[in-house]
């Protein structure tokens, strides 16, 4: 079993700052990716960013240059730092991991999500 417990959502205002993170618990043999995902109201849910095993990074073209995505030395712990926020930002944002088990079995885990509103 592997859990996801996020932190760090709110309400802020345009142009502020906020700063998600993510632990990984539980059956963690090899975490392949770690990251983030949003889904606004209405919509799907969508990349943001992610940090792979080997320590490269992939964000969405909305993400670039505002976010940064960085993890702890153990790499179990995601964060978002999430600057010049704008009212489009205002989702649900959901932690992802893609962990593979001792069995070589590859699954995706989900945290429960947490709102991030942003009032223009």
């Known amino acids: 079993q592997v859990q996801l417990v996020e932190s760090g959502g709110g309400l802020v205002q345009a142009g502020g700052s906020l700063r998600l993170s993510c632990a990984a618990s539980g059956s963690l043999f090899v975490i392949k990716r770690m990251g983030w995902y949003r889904q606004a109201a209405g919509k799907q849910r969508e990349l943001v960013a992610v940090?792979?095993?080997?320590?490269?990074?992939n964000y969405a073209d909305s993400a670039k240059g505002r976010f940064t995505i960085s993890r702890d030395n153990a790499k179990t712990t995601v964060y978002l730092q999430m600057n010049s926020l704008k009212a489009e930002d205002t989702a649900v944002y959901y932690c992802n991991a893609d962990i593979l088990s001792r069995q070589s079995v590859r699954d995706a885990y989900w945290g429960q999500g947490t709102q991030v509103t942003v009032s223009s």
């Open positions: 940090v792979n095993r080997g320590g490269s990074t």
